[in-house]
């Protein structure tokens, strides 16, 4: 396993078996991909990472940029924007349309490629990335607890640019 960045403040641990893909990623010391079944802990693992990483290659452009959130809304972090959105009433489908694109451009869980991938969002404010996630609900009826369901945290913009450049590279040399 490669570790790019910090486990105590934030990182992203990539690694790769005979069958699979290991995915981490390091909030404040804490693997917020890690989720529990039946009693039992796993981390994120696939059969592939490719999705993840055309994601991250395609979408940094917007998360780097004042891609600001389409509606408005008042929450503490961009996952709990986000879930208060779904709840609402949209009746404008342009409205509803514009909401999943920016929603696409900040969160990973779109390439997920069917796996039990946690939704986190990365959203620039001023110079930090705040990286937020609320998986409290997120594959709830397949049985799926993630262990650390819900969190914020801000990196420097320029901490989070050299991780996410550093895990497409790393990937690549898997």
């Known amino acids: 396993m490669k570790l790019i960045g910090n486990k105590n403040s934030f990182g992203i641990e ?3 078996d005979m069958s699979a893909y290991q995915l981490s990623v390091y909030v404040q010391g804490n693997d917020i991909l890690k989720k529990e079944k039946g009693g039992v802990v796993y981390t994120y ?3 592939e990472c490719q999705d993840i990483i055309e994601w991250i290659h395609e979408n940094m452009k917007y998360i780097l940029s004042d891609d600001k959130f389409p509606l408005s809304i008042s929450a503490d972090s961009s996952a709990e924007k986000c879930e208060i959105s779904y709840k609402s009433d949209l009746d ?3 409205q509803y349309e514009i909401l999943q694109e920016w929603m696409f451009r ?4 779109s390439a997920r490629a069917g796996s039990y991938l946690a939704d986190i969002y990365f959203v620039r404010n001023d110079n930090m990335i705040e990286i937020s996630w609320d998986n409290t609900n997120t594959f709830k009826e397949d049985g799926i607890k993630f262990v650390f369901p819900k ?3 801000e ?3 320029d901490v989070f640019e ?3 450049k550093g895990v497409c590279i ?3 040399n898997l």
């Open 14 to 16: 990539l690694g790769k």
């Open 45 to 47: 693992r696939w059969r």
């Open 92 to 94: 404008d489908i342009e």
């Open 106 to 109: 900040h969160s990973w869980f």
């Open 151 to 153: 969190g914020k945290y």
């Open 155 to 157: 990196v420097d913009k």
């Open 162 to 164: 050299d991780i996410m």
């Open 170 to 172: 790393s990937y690549i």
